[in-house]
């Protein structure tokens, strides 16, 4: 079956960077887009962009520009998320997703908590 | 790109129908028939309810159905239960390869 598995929960001081994986199964990786999405605690869904994996193109979403950097790995079918100049209002779970004019399936989620 | 609007909240009893509501605006959910809605439950990943207005996924309830007028599409659950009770989120394409989510919409069975 599709399935998007991610990388473990991380703990992170102000400033520093986080690189979250996604490794991707039971479809070819190459053919989907794979878009990030993040909910910070309490809160909705926030679009932060996309990576195409065939390509290795990418598009963000205003917001993240120039903090947000999305890579692949297709000889793996993983794809990677990497967030730098941390604050604490980055604190919240961060998912990937299949794209295809909607997001499915989607990994379980990655906990990402900046603090001092 | 601004949030699309939705209810924070809405309630209904068992059995009956409700309709969520997702506005936007010309640019996203008026230009574009790629609007999808999300189910999430506590502590969950969210879940692909609908796509493209009104596409069911294989393996989602026909009690789900959406549908667009102008800038405001709206997700209508059927025959209420209490497993529906969940946060909702709609999912709009904005052009430019770009994507928003509705604010969420927390749905209770009363």
């Known amino acids: 079956q599709v399935q998007l598995v991610q990388s473990g929960a991380e703990v992170k001081k102000p400033g520093a960077s986080v690189k979250v994986s996604c490794k991707a199964s039971g479809y070819t990786f190459t053919g989907y887009y794979i878009h990030w999405v993040r909910q910070a605690p309490g809160q909705g869904l926030e679009w932060m962009g996309w990576i195409n994996p065939n390509s290795g193109g990418t598009n963000y979403a205003q917001k993240f520009h120039g903090r947000v950097t999305m890579t692949r790995d297709t000889s793996i079918s993983t794809a990677y998320m990497e967030l730098s100049s941390l604050r604490s209002d980055d604190t919240a779970v961060y998912y990937c997703?299949?794209?295809?004019?909607?997001?499915?399936?989607w990994g379980q989620g990655t906990l990402v908590t900046v603090s001092s | 790109q601004s949030a699309l609007t939705q209810p924070a909240s809405v309630s209904g009893s068992p059995g009956q129908s409700i309709t969520i509501s997702c506005t936007g605006t010309?640019?996203?959910?008026?230009?574009?028939?790629?609007v999808s809605w999300y189910q999430q439950h506590p502590g969950k990943a969210p879940k692909l309810m609908i796509y493209?207005?009104?596409n069911r996924p294989s393996g989602v309830s026909n009690r789900f159905s959406g549908s667009k007028s102008g800038n405001t599409a709206s997700l209508t659950i059927s025959g209420l239960q209490a497993e529906d009770e969940a946060d909702y989120y709609c999912?709009?394409?904005?052009?430019?390869?770009?994507?928003?989510f509705g604010g969420g919409t927390k749905l209770t069975v009363l």
């Open positions: 999912n709009s394409y904005t052009g430019s390869s770009t994507w928003v």
């Open positions: 493209e207005v009104s």
């Open positions: 010309s640019s996203d959910v008026g230009g574009y028939n790629f």
């Open positions: 997703t299949r794209g295809s004019g909607a997001f499915d399936p």
